[in-house]
């Protein structure tokens, strides 16, 4: 049982997670019906043998000799059928799979949008390893059962009715016999089941937890190497696979009950039929072919009960992964897209936030009483310790979550009611960390407008004065910035970010400045294109270099989420306040960041 979180023991039940399922994935219901007829005529086909086995026995051999004419009739007629099931067969498999491969799509591409559409509140660094494994090895478990098991079920399921039926019509008692020998195996299976279920719903915990401790061992790399942390590393990796491999034993213990389960089952049903078809046959009226076709029947009632056992072990786990992915869809998109979207007015943007709080979903309070008011055109510097909150800020500007309380107000109108379309248009956020995209710097340029040509974002570089530095790069314009751009040094990366911007054409633009020392030739490349991207907008730039709130309209002043200081640059350094002391030491540290 797993610790921690009550609604892993009450809600995880095999018909809740297929309820939930079948509303999460309406692709499941397209054709459904006409692919269960088809599944009918297969199961059909498996019974024409042991039909035939009565028909022949029953009707060729007579009292007066074998009727050799009957006979071929029969037998040539159950060819026919058998061949025509054998191609419905095939083209039921390959509808089925359709409709699997159809409702896989669906389901990544629900889950893949609806992790973009949760607000930034959602994305703490702990949960981005968990939502990939969600979109992978997740998903990756349905599609294994998707292959086989789900087909399996259909089929298996269909042939279990079937054959049910044709041995009701031949022999009600010796049916009720089969029935009650299997009867003790419901409720074996079902508690087997529901742990099983949780077992592996456990093992998906552990997977996406493996998951991340690998992730983060080959992202931190550099770190691991620089500070000899390869044993420690080393270890957790070992650990959390051990864990994987502990609990898919614990799964596996119970899958190693079904086959000698259903087996044992099955032969006794066997045997007991053909004892009681003997002993009482007559008196039930069951004719000598009707008991051996029945005989074969039984058989086909085991095959598909043994297969069912078989198919189990990989449904548990895709139930336990499509839970999982279920509830990655189940979280609630906080960020909700205006009913009547009211689009940004054109130019310079001005800024009012009004009584604005904050909070991630852990933690407490990030932001609180943020009141301001920026003209529009004005640019502000947000300045303040590591940790006040001034990228949250930024966050918020740019609508990437909403305030808990309060509200943003951008060119007049409340961000939560501005159309989408117009917010990407207009406002521009270059962030903190300067995140690219592994292909061309030209190409990650392009990315600043939908439909942008090379050309445009050439134009980009040369109004902001890049030209020499990207003809300084190995490939010029098409040198590849590698994984996260982390081909390219951080105050690259934000050059890059500033051109992707200016071909935006925003009019708000909010500059999260790098933390990273930036060398003086970067540093002076990259103030002069910020200079010239800031021309005619209204700029909220967070400061880490305090040249950039020297030369701004306005400089905002965080300390531990509140806005302390607000004012110009020389007024702030009169008042003696902390900015004043920020500026001191920044210019006690030769101009250094803090
Ligand atoms: N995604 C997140 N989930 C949870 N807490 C967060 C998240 N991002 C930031 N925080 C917390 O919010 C607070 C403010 O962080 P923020 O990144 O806004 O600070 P900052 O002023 O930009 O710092 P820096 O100068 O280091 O960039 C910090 O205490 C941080 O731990
Ligand atoms: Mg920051």
Redesign the pocket.
Known sequence: MIEGDPRRIDGVSALSVLRRGLAASPELRVGAGQTVLMAMSVAGGKLLVPLLIQAVMDLSITADGIRLGRAAVLCSSTVVLVVGSIFLGKVTYFRLVQTAENVLLGLRVRTFEHIHKLS??E???SRKGVLTARVTSDVETLTQFAQWGAVAWVIDSVQIVTVLIIMVVYSWQLTLVVLLLHLPLLPIFRWMQARQLMAYEELRTRVSDTMGVVSESIHGVEVIRVHGHREPMRRRVHQSIDAQFDQQMVAARYFSLVLPLSDLFGVTAIATVIGAGVWWGEAWGVSSGQLVAFIFLCNLLVTPITSLGEVLDQTQTALAGWWKILDVLDTKVDLVDPSTPVPLPTGALGVRVEGVEFC????GL?LQGIDIDLSAGASVAVV??????????ARLLTRLADPTSGQVLVGGVNLRDVSPASRRRSIRMVP?DGFLFDTSVIDNIRYGRAGASEENAVAAIEALGLTDWVGGLVDGIHTRVGERGEGLSVGERQLVALARAHLADPGLLVL?EA?SAVDPETETTLERAMERLAAGRTTVS?A?RLSTAERSDLVLV?DN?RIVESGPHTQLVDQGGIYAGLHASWLGGTRQMF
């Open positions: 930034l509140a994305h703490s660094s991630y979903r852990t933690g990030v303040g310790e590591t940790g006040s909150g001034k990228t949250t800020f903190q999260d933390t967070v880490h965080f989420g």
